[in-house]
């Protein structure tokens, strides 16, 4: 008889990151740069390192409130470095970290194939309210 | 005197698509499939079709009104088909289109990254938590 324990091909489950699973961190994270203006804010910032100011206007329609709350949320995460430059007034620089550039440029990747697809979206959307 | 128009180079600005503009179709497009739980629906669709009841299992946390109510949205956006079989109970299956699948892989290649990142975003947030 074979008493040795069952073989495994890794380390148990719950101690695999896993994006479906509500308590991972993955998840956790996955939420923070899927937001409403934080995928915005890491695009813009795959675009190369902007003053609070500028990613405000290139972000068309975030509020002050709400961009900075999502830029703590991605500095917080690791996405973003925040540098404060001294000048006069003092200047605030906001920069993607290597993990905040490898989710950029998935995220810019997916920004391409909707902005592309902008005809195909309408007509799908027209054929579906026209059938409801 | 040179009278001509000025040369541009291709179509005026508020005729190219831009998900960074809060008019555009890529923009609400985006918004839908960055949601909270259409990221994760897509991203299970993407390991191939699904009942609805399978796809619930498979996102976890996710209530059955926000399920359909995410589902209707991507099909709205022509991302997901909706195929009833007219089996007894009648069956409803969930697939991707082409344009869903590209999305679903851009998505998964974020998750990817995030699940792999899992120890350095832990890391990061205990940090900032520290420094606060």
Same mark, same amino acid.
């Given at each position: 008889?074979?008493?040795? @324990? %069952?073989?495994?091909?890794? @380390?148990? #489950? %719950?101690?695999?990151?896993?994006? /479906? &699973? $509500?308590?991972? *961190? ?9 937001? &409403? ?5 890491? +695009? ?7 003053? /609070? ?11 002050? &409130? +709400? ?6 949320? !991605?500095?917080? =995460?690791? +996405?973003? *470095?925040?540098?404060?430059?001294? *000048? !006069?007034? @003092? $200047?605030? #620089?906001?920069? !993607? ?9 998935? !995220? $810019?990747? +997916?920004? =391409? ?5 902008? @005809? ?8 579906? =309210?026209?059938?409801?």
């Amino acid at each position: 008889v074979n008493t040795a @324990p %069952e073989r495994t091909d890794g @380390p148990p #489950d %719950e101690l695999v990151a896993n994006v /479906f &699973k $509500r308590a991972c *961190t993955s998840r956790a994270a996955l939420e923070d740069v899927t937001g &409403k203006w934080a995928s915005l804010a890491l +695009m813009a910032l795959g675009e190369g390192s902007h003053r /609070f100011g500028e990613l405000r206007r290139h972000v068309d329609g975030v509020s002050e &409130k +709400m961009l900075s709350q999502t830029l703590r949320a !991605l500095e917080r =995460d690791g +996405m973003v *470095t925040r540098t404060v430059v001294s *000048t !006069l007034p @003092p $200047r605030v #620089d906001y920069a !993607l970290t290597g993990l905040g550039v490898q989710i950029a440029t998935a !995220l $810019r990747g +997916m920004a =391409d194939v909707l902005e592309d697809a902008v @005809p195909d979206i309408a007509e799908a959307r027209e054929r579906y =309210d026209s059938e409801a």
